[in-house]
């Protein structure tokens, strides 16, 4: 599976997928932000030569944090999901140190899944958390 950093270029794509799942509200000028910020990392996957995916990691020493990571559905169960997050956790661990963060919707229980399946431990929670009043599940790796 491709993966590759995120360019200006992918954007179109990044904002046609966030849509289609509406998880994440994030407008051009939030991406545009992370992919110019010297900390982030910003992955794509693509499948013959089509967006499959893409994760957003924040490089930030010891302590990192993923993002956001979204699989577009026809590519979905295929583990595109497990390579974005394996390609960051990797990066993470090499030059930032061994700690990444993440929050996830409580229900979201196919994403819990995958972040427990790779190491993340539930350790706290955030209760109201999301704009529909969902409780956010606070992961650790």
């Known amino acids: ?3 590759r950093p995120m360019t200006e270029t992918d954007l179109p794509s990044v904002l046609t997928l966030q849509n289609i799942l509406g998880f ?3 407008n051009e000028k939030q991406f545009l932000s992370e992919l110019r910020a010297s900390y982030a ?3 794509v996957d693509e499948e013959a030569g089509t967006f499959a995916g893409y994760a957003i990691f924040h490089l930030m020493g010891s302590d990192s944090e993923l ?4 699989v577009d ?3 979905q169960r295929k583990g595109i999901a497990s390579t974005l997050l394996h ?3 990797d ?3 090499q030059e930032k140190g061994d700690h990444c963060f993440l929050e996830v919707r409580e229900g979201n229980t196919a994403a819990r899944k995958l972040y427990e399946k790779h190491g993340f431990q539930a350790y706290n929670q955030r209760n109201c958390y999301y704009d529909d009043g969902e409780t956010a599940i606070l992961y650790k790796w």
């Open 73 to 75: 559905p026809k590519f």
């Open 91 to 93: 990066k993470l661990s």
């Open 87 to 89: 390609e960051g956790l």
């Open 1 to 3: 599976m491709p993966i």
């Open 24 to 26: 994440q509200k994030w």
């Open 41 to 43: 990392l910003c992955l």
């Open 67 to 70: 993002l956001t990571i979204a």
